[in-house]
Antibody
Framework: QLQLQESGPGLVKPSETLSLTCSVSGGSISSSSDYWGWIRQPPGKGLEWIGSIYYSGTTYYNPFLGSRVTVSLDTAKNELSLKLTSLTAADTADYYC?????????????WGQGILVTVSP | QSALTQPASVSGSPGQSITISCTGTSSDVGGTTYVSWYRQYPGKAPKLIMHDVSNRPSGVSNRFSGAKSGNTASLTISGLQAEDEADYYCSSYTSHTTLVFGGGTKLTVL
């Protein structure tokens, strides 16, 4: 059974860079044709897609976040990562990693439990 | 890209049916079959309950059904149960190879 687990800092200062990791177990991120993605949810608000990455490394990003976002895969560690630069209070949110099955239009069928990241001085 | 439009809240009594709408544009909902629905309980991660407009993942109750007409998708829950009380989100693949979510709908079972 596929399991995903986010990890990273719970508190980050404004203007700094957020780095999150998602450990995947029960499956290999490089041996299938899956996509892997990040989604966030500000407290009390709705879901926002951040970006997705194909197992080959091709990336797709939310244009609203522009060049602030980088999603990558570490096949040796079976992990995916998220980097978000130039943080502001508006980036405070629960951050989830999830799997997109192939040919699914970025639907997410397996999710991590999420990690709360607070941006504050 | 703008979020898809969902009603902020819907409610119904046990045993009744409710429908949640999800309105987008021809660049997303209206132009794709990749419309999905998620259910989220407080403090929990979302769970996929419908994909490709009207397909239920294994294990999801057949009380849930999905449909689409033009730029609007919908999720219907029949035979409402207390456990259905949650937040529901739609999502759609877009013509720009991106994903957009709806703003979410809070379902209250009276």
């Amino acid at each position: 059974q596929l399991q995903l687990q986010e990890s990273g800092p719970g508190l980050v200062k404004p203007s700094e860079t957020l780095s999150l990791t998602c450990s995947v177990s029960g499956g290999s991120i490089s041996s299938s044709s899956d996509y892997w993605g990040w989604i966030r949810q500000p407290p009390g608000k709705g879901l926002e897609w951040i970006g997705s990455i194909y197992y080959s490394g091709t990336t797709y990003y939310n244009p609203f976040l522009g060049s602030r976002v980088t999603v990558s895969l570490d096949t040796a560690k079976n992990e995916l990562s998220l980097k978000l630069t130039s943080l502001t209070a508006a980036d405070t949110a629960d951050y989830y990693c999830a799997r997109n099955p192939p040919n699914s239009g970025f639907r997410f069928d397996s999710w991590g439990q999420g990690i709360l990241v607070t941006v504050s001085p | 890209q703008s979020a898809l439009t969902q009603p902020a809240s819907v409610s119904g009594s046990p045993g009744q049916s409710i429908t949640i709408s999800c309105t987008g544009t021809s660049s997303d909902v209206g132009g794709t079959t990749y419309v999905s629905w998620y259910r989220q309980y407080p403090g929990k991660a979302p769970k996929l309950i419908m994909h490709d407009v009207s397909n239920r993942p294994s294990g999801v109750s057949n009380r849930f059904s999905g449909a689409k007409s033009g730029n609007t998708a919908s999720l219907t829950i029949s035979g409402l149960q207390a456990e259905d009380e949650a937040d529901y989100y739609c999502s759609s693949y877009t013509s720009h190879t991106t994903l957009v979510f709806g703003g979410g709908t809070k379902l209250t079972v009276l």
